[in-house]
């Protein structure tokens, strides 16, 4: 099973800028999906971005034309720029993937493989 390790979290203030990783090691099928979800205290979890092994990519209505997902498929890693980063945007980050389709859904209940998250926090 492919194993997802993420990187990047902290603190930063409004308006800055953050930069995550996910790191799937492990990763032996070229045909996936990956990116981020997220997950504020009391809320369900969200899609932030998804990238697929065809190049094509989705994002959450709340950070398009803030953030940006990109891939090495060489490397296997995921990155995620966000930028103008609000308060809103306080939350645990997840790295997820599913092997085996090109197909990028919002539900996160269609994603197998999740990282333990790192988490992001805006200040005002």
């Known amino acids: 099973q492919v194993q997802l390790v993420e990187s990047g979290g902290g603190l930063v203030q409004a308006g800055g800028s953050l930069r995550l990783s996910c790191a799937a090691q492990g990763r032996t099928n070229p045909v996936y999906v990956m990116g981020w979800f997220r997950q504020r205290p009391g809320k369900e979890r969200e899609l932030v971005a998804i990238?697929?092994?065809?190049?094509?990519?989705s994002y959450g209505a709340s950070v398009k034309g803030r953030f940006t997902i990109s891939s090495d498929k060489v490397a296997n890693t995921v990155d995620l720029q966000m930028n103008s980063l609000q308060p809103e945007d306080t939350a645990n980050y997840y790295c997820i993937t599913r092997s085996g389709t090109t197909v990028i859904t919002a539900r996160a209940d269609e994603y197998r493989t999740w990282g333990r998250g790192t988490q992001v926090t805006v200040s005002s």
């Open positions: 990238i697929s092994s065809r190049g094509i990519t």
